[in-house]
């Protein structure tokens, strides 16, 4: 397979698997300690951590590997996650996102920039004091320092062993460990050093001038075994002194391995920690060995460690993970395909003109009135609708994941304006299409931000209007027919209608003499330049925000509207349609030309008897007073009106109005292609469609006209408010 | 120093001087004084101008004692004595502070 493929599909996962972590991490805020999300928290790292090898980014591996040993850490409870801890994941998430994005990006991770390399330093550095307390020399904190420092022939065993354990009296005698360092140093270079402090007791049993200390180094040097043995001359006699020269046979590492007096799997892990024995090495070793395979020479080193391994295993584990990680990754393919969008946008594409081909066929059909002929279309045509009906959903996604990333946006925000604010998710497993949800993200971090920044008030307004010291931001998604509907509802101090009329008469958006029903006001708010906010902060409140956030919607086809109560909350409602492409569709005629209604939004068809029926733009239905609208007045259609005409009722969101139109055609899927920008300011057309004869018939954005149909009396173009005035 | 209840407490001591077998017994317990649950504490070694094995040791004991009492400790300022023998112990990383001076030799 590819390589770069495979990077790719490295660098998604660890994507996800990061997004998981930091949902995990958030999770555990409210229930802290639960095992399955220390586990999952886990389970990403270690993945992360176990792909990252594959590639050689050793940079990420030595990362994530001690984010990893926290982790090990706390899931044997050794550690607790407290918000620090959290904080400090958070922030490691982050890290390793960035460093997977300049993976991504081609760059190479050994010269890092001035920036990400002191973040790398200072995030190392903080998760290595994790892991310092409990069992002192856990030495993987040295792996990190020396990558960085790109020492990478310290990676080779040409190098000299030496291990170090000094005597009790070796600091009375006068000698100072760190002396013989600064002389091996003279005639050769620690290439690493890792001190071993088990030894050390605790506080009570701690005589301060008793050394305690033990080290393992590295050391490169041409010098001769005399020469380094020389050096330890003085505190030979109650030391234990132990040097190999340069590339011994594994037998003798084993035997070291056997006469230190730690324990045995642990110095393994020690000697790769110096170098001594490589990584790739010892994993190498502990695989072959899962394996069944036979290499000789290293083999004795990855038994003893295998044997001493069954009580804990972090090295056998870690050793292990790569296969684990071949093996989880097929159960993963099983279950699940990665496909690349476009492919899926491609299928959809087709989809959709091979319900225009069926269309057509259906159609000709008809016209042609051969019976058989109707039935193989019908049967075809049934066919690509389940086709279309599960090629659709292969694009949607639950909205879940992006209402979960505001956990962390409303846990940061909060923190930096100093309120206390939870956020509650609701209808997250409601599903909507990929390009929907992504394009989502932007208007509703604006949203979920002026929520908390405005809408929330501070504690003491809060506790003076006898509310709850926590304010809550909730985010909701629900079906609604063909739609979707995401709320962003805050309990703050709500919207004073006055307020914001105030505002805008300053601003010069409304003249003094208008007078604006409560909804209309509202609708200020998403006016360009408008905020209502006093005071500018950080966030928000530049009045650059809302006609952002309604254009953006605008631009998926969806609307959206806000309702507060003074000081109840404070409620934005987007209503999106539940897919781009694909619709089902009611088609009608007024004179040549065609005009398509999404199917959903067709509540009944009626027939016109006469004229005379609609009186002031309004026909009596079942009692009640339904505005109408000419489809030929509203399209200037001067083509002459057939004598029977019939009515369409749509509905949507509350609002209800009847479509004249002469004839109806029937129900129709359809393809929706989106109209050119020379009828961007038609405002009533959603786009249009090429139906099965090859003519193009127009979709009507039912919201929009009954919208406009709502809008100020005096708009609608039908009436007059004299003819009113005279009734 | 008092080792009465410490809520939110915040510490800082100066240490100067010789940090080594001569003076390991005395800075034991002035170290061991300082700690206290829930607290931070804050060691400035930027005045020490000798640090050896001795020295290393007290400095891991305080840690494993902070560790294990619940106070953060932090080193911090460390001087150029300090940041050789954290170089040549190896024991930089255990403490695991920002040692935001670099020697001047490396």
């Not at chain 1, 020399?137 to 990190?144: D, I, L, N, Y």
């Amino acid at each position: 397979m590819d390589m770069d493929e495979v990077l790719k599909t490295f660098i998604a996962e660890s994507q996800e698997l990061l997004l998981q972590m930091e949902d995990a991490l958030l999770q555990l805020e409210h229930t802290p300690g639960d095992a399955d999300t220390i586990n999952a928290i886990f389970r990403a790292a270690h993945t992360i951590k176990g792909s990252a090898g594959l590639f050689g980014l050793d940079l990420i591996v030595a990362f994530t590997h001690i984010a990893e040993s926290v982790l090990d850490r706390v899931r044997s409870n050794e550690l607790q996650f407290n918000a620090e801890l959290t904080a400090l994941f958070l922030q490691v998430g982050d890290h390793l996102a960035r460093l997977i994005a300049l993976v991504d990006a081609g760059a190479d991770l050994n010269t890092l920039e001035v920036e990400v390399q002191a973040t790398h330093e200072t995030l190392s550095e903080q998760l290595s004091y994790y892991l310092a307390p409990a069992t002192a020399a856990k030495p993987v904190a040295s792996q990190p320092t020396r990558i960085e420092r790109g020492n990478a022939s310290g990676l080779s065993a040409d190098h000299w062993h030496l291990s170090l354990r000094f005597g009790p009296d070796t600091l009375r005698n006068g000698m100072d460990p760190l002396g013989l360092f600064r002389y091996l140093n003279t005639f050769g270079r620690i290439v690493s050093i890792v001190p071993l402090l088990d030894r050390l007791p605790s506080a009570a049993e701690m005589d301060p001038e008793t050394c305690y200390l033990g080290f393992e180094i590295a050391f490169a040097s041409d010098a001769d075994k005399a020469t380094i043995d020389g050096t330890f001359e003085f505190v030979r006699e109650d030391s234990l002194i132990r040097i190999l020269p340069p590339h011994s046979k594994s037998d003798e590492y084993l035997e070291l391995i056997r006469t230190l007096p730690e324990e045995d799997m642990r110095l393994g892990e020690i000697l790769m920690r110096c170098g001594t024995l490589t990584a790739a090495e010892l994993q190498e070793v502990l695989l072959a060995q899962v394996e069944g395979q036979q290499r000789d020479e290293a083999q004795p080193i990855g038994q003893v460690l295998m044997e001493q391994s069954l009580v804990q295993a972090p090295v056998i584990a870690a050793a292990l993970q790569k296969q684990q990680q071949i093996k989880d990754n097929r159960s993963n393919e099983n279950s699940l395909i990665r496909v690349d969008a476009n492919k899926l946008d491609k299928l959809i594409d087709l989809v959709g003109e091979l319900i225009i081909a069926g269309a057509g066929a259906r159609m000709t059909a008809k016209n042609c009135g051969h019976s058989e002929m109707l039935e193989a279309t019908e049967l075809l045509s049934r066919l690509v609708e389940e086709v279309r009906d599960s090629a659709l959903p292969l694009r949607m996604v639950q909205i879940g994941a992006t209402f979960n990333r505001f956990q962390r946006v409303v846990r940061d925000v909060s923190k930096e304006i100093g309120k206390d604010i939870s956020l509650s998710i609701s209808g997250g497993e409601t599903e909507l299409d990929k390009s929907v949800v992504e394009r989502m993200g932007d208007p509703l971090t604006h949203l979920v931000r002026n929520a908390m920044d405005h809408g929330i008030e501070s504690l003491q307004t809060r506790q003076a209007n006898g509310k709850p010291a926590q304010g809550n931001v909730c985010l909701n998604a629900c079906h609604d027919g063909g739609n979707i509907i995401i709320e962003v509802t805050d309990d703050g101090g709500g919207l004073d209608p006055q307020r914001i009329l105030a505002k805008a008469r300053e601003r010069g958006l409304v003249s003094d003499s208008q007078t604006l029903t409560e909804q209309e006001i509202f609708n200020l708010i998403f006016e360009p330049g408008f905020s209502t906010a006093d005071q500018v902060s950080n966030l928000s409140g530049r009045g650059v925000g809302m006609d952002v956030v309604k254009r953006n919607i605008s631009a998926l086809r969806g609307t959206i509207e806000l309702s507060s109560t003074l000081g109840q909350g404070t409620r934005v409602r987007i209503r999106l349609p539940l897919t781009l492409a694909i619709i089902d569709g009611f088609l009608v005629n007024v004179g040549q030309a065609g005009y398509v209604i999404p199917l959903e939004q067709v509540e009944e068809c009626i027939e016109l008897h006469s004229d005379s029926a609609i009186t002031r733009g309004h026909l009596e239905l079942h009692g009640q007073m339904l505005p109408v609208v000419r489809l030929r007045e509203l399209f200037d259609d001067d083509s002459t009106p057939p004598r029977r005409e019939s009515v369409v009722v749509v509905q949507q969101g509350g609002l209800r109005a009847g479509l004249v139109v002469d004839q109806l055609v029937g129900e129709f899927q359809t393809v929706i292609k989106p109209l050119g920008k020379v009828f961007a300011a038609c405002r009533v057309l959603g786009g249009f469609t090429i139906l099965g004869d090859g003519s193009v018939a127009l979709i009507l954005d039912i919201p929009r006209l009954l919208t406009q149909l709502a809008a100020p009396r005096s708009a609608v173009p039908f009436e007059t408010k004299q003819s009113y005035a005279h009734e | 120093m008092s080792s009465a209840s410490a809520e939110n407490l915040y510490r800082i001591l100066p240490l100067e001087g010789s940090l080594s077998i001569y003076s390991a017994t005395e800075h034991m317990g002035l170290l061991l004084q300082v700690l206290a649950p829930d607290a931070e504490v804050e060691l400035d070694l930027s005045a020490i101008d000798e640090l050896d094995c001795a020295g290393l040791q007290l400095l891991v004991l305080a840690k494993q004692e902070a560790g294990r009492i619940g106070c953060h400790l932090r080193l911090s300022n460390h001087s150029p004595a300090v940041i050789e023998a954290f170089e040549l112990s190896g024991l930089g990383t255990f403490f695991g502070d920002p040692i935001l001076i670099k020697p001047a030799s490396e």
